[in-house]
């Protein structure tokens, strides 16, 4: 089992930042991706980015050149950077672990969310 716990959302203006944090703990993986979906109300969950274990890294077109996706291995964390953000930005963000326990397969695990409300 993985736990994921996230961090960093909040009530922000128009243009404004945030930085989101996740926080893997459990089973080890060394093949995963890691990413950042979202869903706003009354609208299907999104992928907004992710990023993999040998790092490479995949951006929703809505928010490219906004949003930086990054990890830090040692800390098992994976970081969303939120510039410029936008009201169509409001959304639950969840976090996405999913680990390849051998090849072909995928085993994928949520964290609970995190609200992002953007609004003046």
């Known amino acids: 089992q993985v736990q994921l716990v996230e961090s960093g959302g909040g009530l922000v203006q128009p243009g404004g930042s945030l930085r989101l944090s996740c926080v893997a703990s459990?089973?080890?993986?060394?093949?995963?991706?890691m990413g950042w979906y979202r869903q706003a109300p009354g609208k299907q969950r999104e992928l907004v980015a992710t990023?993999?274990?040998?790092?490479?890294?995949n951006y929703a077109d809505s928010v490219k050149g906004r949003f930086t996706i990054s990890g830090d291995n040692a800390k098992s964390t994976v970081y969303l950077q939120m510039n410029s953000l936008k009201p169509e930005d409001t959304a639950v963000y969840y976090c996405?672990?999913?680990?390849?326990?051998?090849?072909?397969?995928?085993?994928?695990?949520w964290g609970q969310g995190t609200q992002v409300t953007v609004s003046s």
């Open positions: 996405k672990f999913r680990g390849s326990p051998y090849a072909g397969a995928w085993l994928d695990y």
């Open positions: 459990g089973r080890r993986f060394s093949i995963y991706i």
């Open positions: 990023i993999t274990s040998s790092g490479s890294t």
